[in-house]
């Protein structure tokens, strides 16, 4: 045979060993082209991204049974939502040990990542340095829907500290028909038109107490001691001040002693409820929440005096970010997820806490279900009053201990006797 007959079988037996040889030449791997490291990855369908970082949260609360179930369930939801984050909410139910653990922990550098703070420990909080500022969650929607006298309190230095989370402030509750037994359409305006409701009550009603006050409890007793402050609503730098005015007032509710009742915590809707219903109560100091507790033929015979709310603000709860975090933006995005809408509505209908967005009030609110009770709109208007948050202005780095050791204090003194003149002056020596 010639050559020039074996020429192309020789050449296509060269084409056919070349090709098969491709595949098992060195260094070369097809599933890991385009890798620098000649590794291989399995990439996902559609393009996405797995996480295989599992990032760790830690959140400290202090709330009370029922909204510690709320919240672990919304929790839930969220690390289903993003699985790569894990949350381990810490609830300490007392808060004022709760609060001074933390703040202890802040100094020692090893706070949680998350706290819920009240919102008058954000500003000192925030001047210490143990805090990040918070104002990539309030822009846009999510800011306009603030109401300004919960978001106030919460800036320093340029900069905003905390999310509002919720607020339950203290009222003052009057008996429409003790006051009318009095003679009084309207709840009195100041201490002097206080007092002569009560001698008046003295003597048509002896048995009726004037008001209730909760043992131990710092909050309530300022708030009525300034329900009458003739001041003005904008001049409260009571806060963690004293004047002879409210020395005065302690020492007129140590000689009526006699006609305060001291309903305490447990149980104090029921009680309270019935004393009014017996007329046998003129005045009570309790949070919203409890006032939703009421029955409705107790809350017909109640009258707020809404000219006379003392600073809402300083039972408001805000979420704060430790500046010790490694986990910034998921402490962010968790707290983003736990103040919005949803959320908020879930807590207002679980536990009557007035929440923070101004869009969940009255007839704007979207995210009622049909059993729920929608918080009246009026207190839009109270929290976007400014001159309700100014007392902030009163609130430096030294606030905290201050107001634990009135607290500490208060405690003291009303289980002691007198109580009413020794706290007056200790508060009378306060500098």
Excluded: C
Aim: hydrophobic letters at 40%.
């Amino acid at each position: 045979m010639s050559l020039r007959r074996w020429m192309p079988l020789v050449i296509g037996a060269i084409l056919i060993i070349a090709l098969l040889d491709i595949p098992l030449s060195p260094g070369v791997d097809p599933t890991s082209t385009g890798k620098p490291d000649g590794k291989s990855v399995d990439q996902p369908p559609g393009g996405e991204q797995t996480i295989d970082t599992s990032i760790e949260l830690n959140v400290n609360v202090s709330v009370n049974a029922e909204q510690f179930m709320t919240l672990s369930q919304l929790n839930r939801t969220f690390m289903m939502k993003y699985p790569h984050i894990k949350v381990k909410l810490l609830n300490q139910a007392n808060e004022n040990e709760a609060y001074s653990t933390w703040l202890e922990h802040s100094r020692q550098g090893t706070p949680a990542d998350v706290m819920l703070l009240p919102s008058p420990w954000i500003r000192p909080f925030a001047m210490q340095g143990y805090l990040k500022p918070v104002d990539s969650l309030l822009t846009g929607d999510a800011l306009s829907d603030q109401m300004s006298g919960l978001l106030e309190p919460l800036k320093w230095n340029g900069y905003v500290w905390g999310v509002p989370k919720d607020y339950n402030p203290y009222l003052v509750f009057w008996n429409s028909q003790l006051l009318a037994e009095a003679g009084l359409s309207v709840p009195p305006g100041n201490w002097q038109s206080f007092e002569e409701t009560a001698l008046k009550l003295n003597e048509l009603k002896p048995e009726a107490k004037l008001v209730n006050l909760v043992p131990g409890n710092l909050q309530q007793l300022l708030v009525w001691l300034h329900t009458f402050d003739s001041k003005g609503r904008a001049n409260r730098e009571f806060l963690l001040k004293s004047d002879a005015a409210v020395v005065g007032q302690l020492n007129w509710l140590q000689l009526a002693e006699s006609r305060i009742s001291k309903i305490g915590a447990q149980g104090s809707s029921y009680l309270i409820g019935d004393a009014v219903n017996k007329n046998e109560l003129l005045a009570a100091i309790i949070p919203w929440s409890d006032y939703l507790e009421l029955t409705e033929s107790v809350q017909s015979r109640l009258k707020i005096d809404r000219d006379a709310i003392v600073s809402p603000w300083l039972n408001a709860r805000s979420f704060a970010v430790s500046a010790r975090t490694e986990a910034e933006d998921e402490a962010l995005l968790w707290i983003e997820e736990m103040t919005d809408s949803y959320a908020q509505q879930q807590f207002y209908e679980d536990s009557g806490v007035l929440p923070s967005r101004s869009s969940l009030f009255g007839q704007s609110n979207t995210y009622q279900s049909e059993q729920a009770i929608v918080p009246p709109s009026w207190w839009v208007g109270i929290m976007n009053d400014l001159t309700n948050a100014e007392s902030a202005a009163a609130i430096d780095t030294n606030w905290p201990d201050q107001w634990l050791d009135w607290q500490s204090q208060w405690d003291t003194h009303i289980n002691g006797s007198p109580q009413f003149f020794a706290f007056g002056d200790y508060i009378a020596k306060y500098k």
